[in-house]
């Protein structure tokens, strides 16, 4: 019996698409302006799940690296057929609606063919292709009619569709409309499958905030006409108060055991009516099941976290960046050396800040609510930090300079500051998010009893503190919401992660800690 992890894949990881290969299974995920972009984790039982690749590892496979914070890669679907892998996505504000192929879900992946009108002028106008071939392997592409660009931005026109020709890459006719929901704002997400001799087209709606859900029509063909299912949304957290959240954007998948799987996206806010999802967007996974009448059923999402766990990197000599490390509209690799000092992770400032679009700062995503992260770092020859981010705007850090370590906090343009003198040298710094207490002088982050449980005010808090000459030292508390997808209105999630500003600032090693209790 499978154990279904909730989340199945823990931090920034929204969008989920999912492919069933020879019983392994792939799942992508977006990744917006941060490179490498689209990772791809393996399962053989859906409850382990391994990092494998990325689809984007070079530059030029997508245009991350001018396009506007939340640009860039937008809502996958992975397909196989004939032995190779299929993955459609938009690059959101950049090169437009692509196809990607490889023969290894692990990759290379190819560099990405843009899907063209019938005209071949330009880019399909939209959002969250899905491919699927219908029995004469005629190739669809039915999408979110979301216009991105030009004098029309921001109108929808619904669930379209087109077929098209994969050696061209152009459109084979003028996009046609599909049922788009019931009704719900922002259709969007579709996947179209063929079960039991019927096409399901199956979307989200709702937006991707609260109110987001997961509709299904059938029809005889894939084009249809499609009815809808009399039960819609088949899933929904809308109204409840259930802890994970906006569920929707999903896609479904033949399991282990046969067990039918819907993979989709959702959040876990904290607080109270009014909560704040400190990681932003992960993925989730509930059972399916296929009632008589024909109708898929989606089970609500239970929470269901995994043990904590503990991170040490290291960066020794020849070694490689893992997987995991990820920069803003830029490799990792363009901004960390491993040789230049032996053991170091060493980054060169170019005067750039976190309030910059491409700020020297390679991350990880901050996985577990509850989440300590250290790392040791050489600052004796120029100025960087330990910071986490959503954006340019909405940043919290720790930042050493030749004798000063300072914790800042800006949020939305407000900036504050806490200094703090230091000799200089190798120091640890800590970036903690804990849960909100009582702790003295914090009781404005519950409501309720003063002397213990009481109704949490916030998501988390972000401690900064750093260990100076075998001691440590607090620098500031912030009030997690300030880093929460609702407030910063992110499609991303948190990244926490090491910079530079000015000169070289070097890293011996980052351990993260966390749990979900
Ligand atoms: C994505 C859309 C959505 O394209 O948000 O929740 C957009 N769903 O389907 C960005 O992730």
Not at 240 to 249: E, L, W
Not at 481 to 489: A, I, M, V
Request: proline share 7%; net charge negative.
């Amino acid at each position: 019996m499978t154990t279904l992890y909730n989340p199945l894949i823990n931090g920034f990881h929204p969008d989920p698409s999912v492919v069933e290969v020879d019983g392994v299974y792939y799942l992508a995920t977006s990744t917006f302006e941060y490179l490498p972009g689209i990772p791809i984790h393996r399962s053989t039982d859906f409850e382990t799940w391994e990092l494998i690749g990325h689809v984007a590892t070079r530059r030029g496979q997508l245009d991350v690296e001018e396009v506007p914070t939340a640009g860039g890669a937008w809502a996958p679907t992975i397909r196989h057929r004939d032995g190779v892998f299929h993955l459609v996505i938009t690059d959101a504000m950049g090169r437009g609606m692509l196809h990607f192929t490889a023969p290894d879900a692990a990759g290379p992946w190819s560099d990405g063919d843009l899907l063209r009108k019938a005209d071949g002028s330009a880019s399909l106008d939209g959002i969250d292709p899905d491919i699927a071939w219908d029995a004469d392997g005629s190739a669809y592409i039915t999408y979110s009619g979301l216009l991105l660009s030009g004098a029309e931005i921001g109108t929808h026109l619904g669930i379209q569709q087109v077929r098209v020709d994969l050696g061209t890459h152009r459109a084979l006719e003028e996009p046609r409309s599909l049922w788009s929901g019931t009704g719900g704002g922002f259709p969007e997400a579709p996947h179209l499958y063929e079960v039991g001799g019927r096409w399901y087209l199956m979307i989200a709606e709702g937006g991707t905030e609260r109110g987001h859900g997961i509709s299904i029509a059938r029809g005889d063909s894939p084009e249809g006409p499609f009815e809808a299912a009399p039960q819609n949304p088949l899933v929904s957290a809308r109204s409840t108060t259930r802890p994970i959240q906006n569920t929707g954007h999903g896609d479904l998948v033949v399991g282990p055991g046969g067990q039918w799987l819907c993979v989709l996206l959702g959040v876990r806010p904290r607080s109270m009516t009014r909560a704040f999802s400190a990681l932003g967007r992960e993925t989730f996974v509930t059972p399916v099941r296929w009632e008589s009448d024909g109708w898929p059923a989606i089970d609500p999402v239970l929470l269901n976290p995994r043990p904590g766990t503990r991170t040490e990197v290291t960066f020794s000599p020849g070694a490689e960046l893992d997987g995991e490390w990820i920069a803003v509209r830029a490799l990792p690799s363009d901004h960390g050396d491993l040789r230049s000092r032996p053991g170091w992770l060493t980054l060169r400032g170019d005067g750039s800040t976190l309030d910059d679009p491409r700020p020297v700062f390679i991350g990880r995503r901050q996985e577990h609510l509850t989440s300590t992260i250290t790392v040791r770092m050489d600052a004796s020859s120029g100025v960087g930090g330990l910071a986490v981010r959503y954006d340019e705007r909405f940043h919290v850090e720790l930042e050493a300079a030749s004798d000063t370590i300072t914790a800042r906090a800006v949020v939305g343009g407000l900036v504050q500051t806490w200094v703090h003198p230091y000799s200089g040298g190798v120091v640890e710094l800590h970036l903690d998010s804990l849960p909100p207490t009582h702790a003295p002088g914090q009781t404005e982050q519950l409501l309720g009893d003063e002397a213990g449980g009481g109704l949490p005010r916030t998501s988390d808090v972000i401690h900064l503190g750093a260990t100076i000459d075998g001691e440590r030292v607090q620098l500031a508390e912030v009030d997690g919401r300030f880093l929460s997808s609702e407030t910063t209105e992110s499609f991303t999630g948190r990244v926490v992660g090491v910079y530079a500003v000015d000169g070289v600032v070097a890293v011996s090693s980052w351990t993260a800690e966390g749990h979900d209790d």
